[in-house]
């Protein structure tokens, strides 16, 4: 129940939490603050709301100022629904008390405020007032739909935690899943879920240290990269900073103390630079507002850590509010012309926005005296949906007519549209769906939620695929295929043969090369390159169901067993070690009478090839191919030719090296290509896997020397094949 939170203002403990709000209003300049209305004194709020007027025509006082905010953004609303809320909200929470002991209701008012002052819609502002009655009151989800309508009911479920006493432990992470799940469908849902807990996080006073410390952590790990990803960056920074102040009040207080040292100092080297930006502007005849953006807390920490000492300008930036995209590149180039840029510093958010719906300019100008300013260039409408987010966006069933006048909303055969629904989005609910149970949900969650920066590659049919930073082609392909990814067997990247274990970069073209074999299996090693929720929860779910696949090491046809021996000994209807060393070759003519012939174990020539020899010890000559590696060797070193040509084309030995992917079954496939061919396989090595990448060494005796080239082809198509050649061994020195 959120009633144990308590108001900062009740006599109670001293902790962190309370200084957040208190040295901002200290430490930061006048123009950080949110203009307008003075902060809300929550004790006369909830007088107001207990003593408001019984008039049921009437607005009722205590929500007056979220009606003014309201209005602020939509001033046509109709606020009846509103009104009827709050009516039901506060008889349904009346005689409630928070911990700090006012009346519960200031609770739900104070959350409908937040998102009321960051431009939230009618529907989401009554959702909000009541999201806490079916939860901790006797209103049913059934009577709010009857008194508000469905979508009003869908929010208030969705933010509706789950009891302890059906789930136990498992009650957290399993109330997380199921608001994940209702945002797929209403981002809206947890809207409301960040404006609460960050009410919750001003009014932590009178918690237990510990129980600060827990919410505190679930805040930083789940609900402020929540807030990024949604891009409300108003609700983010100011978790970021509460949360600072409770698990690093040390750190918190020493930056407090930095921040509260510039205010005191004369003279602002950042309110003179934009004043330089103004004027600069203003000559060019661009119509901009130019604004200090004081860093909040975090920002602070952050920066003086990576920079060491801090300059004045290194407490804020400059931003800088256009009316049109265009003026955007028109101030930049007038920043540029007019004050020294820092090159390094650009980054153009507009033409490739962020994944969180953020669009803006980034440049750093620099004064004479070394002063940088960093400055913000971006639009009125691209700052509301920087600060507000999918907040922004208001209602994602609203029809053209109404919030969504470009068209983004419209629906056909009344189906919901949802234009707010990103892409990470859309994979983390296709990932919970695997994930076994609540731990395993729970953990992948803040894992998943860590990776906080977003690359697109592009599929070979023009698609395109939106992973986290450091995904790799295993992660790719469960992206693109699901557990239909179990048959990958390599992939092309930018054009080139990869392996599946390739980090791919932000631009990059990427191909996977799938497998025929519907029993193909995912590897082990997989896991150690699966970098996303979705890839890693299939391949441990498949791992998981076919056990006896991966644990039994004499399995022939298994690749992880295969790969793993130095020298498997394939099927063979004539096992022979090594080539002997006078083995009759009839095909091969020497121009040296009575000489005894071998062919060659370094390249093992046979016709139609371009042959050489050279004598051995023993009267025997040595056929090589005429590129091999050791003919130029021995004529370095002044041993003389003898020519050699091909007789009658008949039986003869050759060895091929087969490059592949490595997959399940392989060694198997391989052998059965050859014996279809009516080759007979002396031996065959399988070197251990490097790079999940596989070499196949086979020396094998053909009827003939003209099915040579069929042979290869046939190798060459076996799934997971990508280059089948003839060998070139390093030659021994002839004795």
Request: proline residues 7%; aromatic residues 4%.
């Amino acid at each position: 129940m959120s009633a144990e939170a308590t108001n900062p203002a009740t006599p109670g403990p001293a902790t962190p939490a309370p200084k957040v709000s208190a040295s901002l209003e200290q430490a930061v300049p006048a123009a950080h603050r949110r203009k307008g209305r003075p902060r809300i004194d929550l004790r006369r709020l909830g007088r107001a709301a207990l003593l408001g007027p019984a008039a049921r025509d009437r607005l009722p006082d205590a929500i007056g100022h979220v009606a003014d905010a309201h209005r602020a953004h939509h001033p046509d609303a109709d606020l009846e629904p509103m009104r009827r809320a709050y009516v039901l909200a506060e008889s349904s929470h009346r005689g409630q008390m928070r911990k700090s002991g006012e009346p519960y209701i200031t609770h739900p008012l104070a959350v409908t405020l937040i998102l009321a002052e960051l431009g939230a819609e009618t529907t989401t502002l009554t959702a909000s007032l009541l999201h806490d009655t079916v939860e901790d009151t006797e209103v049913t989800l059934d009577q709010v739909r009857e008194e508000f309508g469905e979508e009003v009911r869908y929010l208030v479920d969705g933010v509706t935690k789950l009891e302890k006493v059906d789930y136990g432990a498992a009650a957290e992470p399993e109330t997380f899943r199921k608001m994940l799940v209702a945002t797929g469908n209403d981002v809206r849902v947890m809207s409301i879920k960040l404006a609460d807990r960050l009410h919750n996080m001003r009014t932590l006073g009178v918690m237990r240290p510990e129980k600060q410390a827990r919410i505190a952590k679930v805040t930083r790990d789940v609900l402020i990269p929540l807030a990024e990803r949604l891009g409300v960056q108003v609700l983010k920074t100011e978790l970021e900073d509460l949360v600072f102040a409770i698990l690093h009040p040390e750190e918190y207080e020493r930056t407090r103390e930095l921040i509260a040292e510039n205010a005191a100092r004369a003279g602002d080297p950042l309110a003179e630079i934009a004043d330089e930006a103004r004027a600069v502007l203003r000559d060019a005849g661009i119509q901009a507002e130019v604004l200090v953006r004081p860093r909040h807390f975090v920002s602070v920490h952050r920066v003086s850590r990576k920079r060491g000492p801090m300059r004045g300008a290194d407490f804020g930036r400059l931003l800088v509010l256009v009316n049109e995209d265009a003026d955007c590149y028109g101030v930049l180039g007038e920043l540029h012309t007019c004050l020294t840029p820092v090159v390094s510093e650009f980054k153009d958010f507009i033409a490739v926005p962020k994944f969180n719906l953020y669009q803006s300019l980034h440049t750093a100008v620099a004064r004479g005296d070394g002063e940088v300013a960093e400055v913000l260039i971006r639009t009125h409408q691209m700052h509301k949906a920087a600060e507000a987010g999918v907040i922004a966006l208001g209602s994602p069933y609203a029809t053209p007519s109404e919030d969504q006048a470009d068209g983004d909303g419209e629906r056909s055969d009344g189906e919901r549209a949802d234009p707010t629904r990103p892409g990470w989005l859309s994979r983390l609910l296709d990932w919970q769906q695997g994930a076994p149970d609540p731990d395993t949900f729970w953990s992948t969650l803040r894992e998943d939620l860590a990776q906080d920066r977003e690359i697109t590659v592009f599929r070979a049919d023009g698609g395109s695929l939106g992973l986290p930073e450091g995904a790799s082609c295993v992660d790719a392909a469960y992206a693109q295929y699901g557990e239909d990814a179990h048959a990958c067997i390599g992939a092309r990247v930018n054009g080139r043969l990869a392996t599946l274990s390739t980090v791919l970069r932000d631009g990059d073209t990427v191909q996977l090369l799938m497998g025929q074999d519907p029993a193909s299996e995912p590897s082990r090693e997989w896991l150690e390159h699966a970098h996303t929720p979705a890839a890693r929860i299939a391949i441990q779910r498949w791992l998981a169901a076919h056990p006896s696949s991966t644990a039994d090491p004499s399995s022939e046809d298994s690749e992880a067993s295969a790969a793993r021996r130095p020298a498997v000994e394939a099927p063979a209807e004539r096992p022979v070690q090594d080539a002997p060393a006078e083995r009759p070759a009839a095909s091969a003519v020497v121009d040296q009478p009575g000489a005894s012939v071998r062919l060659a174990g370094c390249c093992t020539p046979v016709p139609p090839d371009e042959v050489t020899g050279f004598a051995v010890r023993g009267g025997v000559v040595t056929v090589h191919r005429v590129e091999c590696a050791g003919v130029s060797r021995m004529k370095s070193g002044g041993r003389a030719e003898i020519g050699v040509r091909w007789g009658d084309t008949t039986e003869c030995r050759v060895t091929l090296v087969a490059e592949s992917f490595g997959r399940p079954h392989l060694l198997a496939d391989l052998t059965e290509a050859i014996a279809l061919e009516g080759v007979a396989i002396v031996s065959a090595t399988v070197e251990p896997p490097s790079q999940q990448r596989v070499r196949h060494t086979y020396t094998l005796q053909l009827p003939d020397a003209a099915r040579l080239p069929r042979l290869m082809r046939a190798m060459r198509n076996v799934p997971g094949v990508y280059d089948v050649s003839r060998a070139q061994h390093q030659a021994a020195a002839p004795q």
